[in-house]
């Protein structure tokens, strides 16, 4: 298991969730390995051909992820597992949005070191966001690979259609006799 793969607890958790597979051409390959080189890619951002052999072939990596892409299944995920973490309380759906933006001083950078004698918490009791880590950890996972794979295809939709019949200046618009 490499650093950034799917954990023990997050896999137990996002198993139940994943579709059966190999119903159109034979069985599919481990899950998880697939997954984990998904995640590596968003991760780091590297092409899919340069994919660690760790993950199996690239090619199965890419096709895996272009079809849950298209047919919503890291979208599912991704609620499915929100929905977990809110039902166990891991979710705080206090939202602050907040445009400004101010720019301090030079002379600003010489705040003091040690915190205030007064730490405000939030809510009863101090860790009530913190139910399941493993959890969070795994929603924000999936996050990533939905937000990417919405950016991935995104330019193909907003780009117009392209033409292969050029007008030619040679051709004669008058006819001849």
Do not use: C
């Not at 896999?11 to 998880?32: C, I, Q, T, V």
């Not at 009791?125 to 795994?138: E, F």
């Not at 990417?148 to 030619?168: E, G, H």
Request: glycine fraction near 10%.
């Amino acid at each position: 298991m490499g650093r950034g793969d799917l954990t023990n607890a997050e896999w137990n958790r996002l198993e139940s969730f994943l579709p059966r597979g190999g119903s159109r051409g034979g069985r599919w390959s481990d899950h998880r390995r697939v997954i984990n080189g998904v995640l590596y890619r968003v991760r780091t951002g590297v092409q899919w051909r340069d994919l660690p052999e760790r993950f199996g072939p690239w090619e199965t990596v890419y096709k895996r992820h272009r079809r849950w892409s298209a047919d919503g299944t890291w979208q599912m995920l991704l609620s499915k597992v929100q929905a977990a973490e809110d039902a166990a309380g891991g979710i705080d759906w206090d939202v602050s949005v907040d445009s400004t933006a101010v720019r301090a001083h030079q002379h600003a950078a010489g705040a003091r070191k040690t915190p205030s004698a007064t730490v405000l918490q939030r809510g009863p009791g101090r860790g009530t966001n913190q139910v399941n880590p493993a959890l969070r950890k795994l929603a924000v996972r999936l996050e990533e690979v939905v937000r990417s794979a919405n950016v991935w295809d995104a330019p193909a939709a907003a780009s117009p259609p392209r033409s292969t019949s050029q007008p030619t200046d040679d051709a004669d618009p008058s006819p001849s006799s």
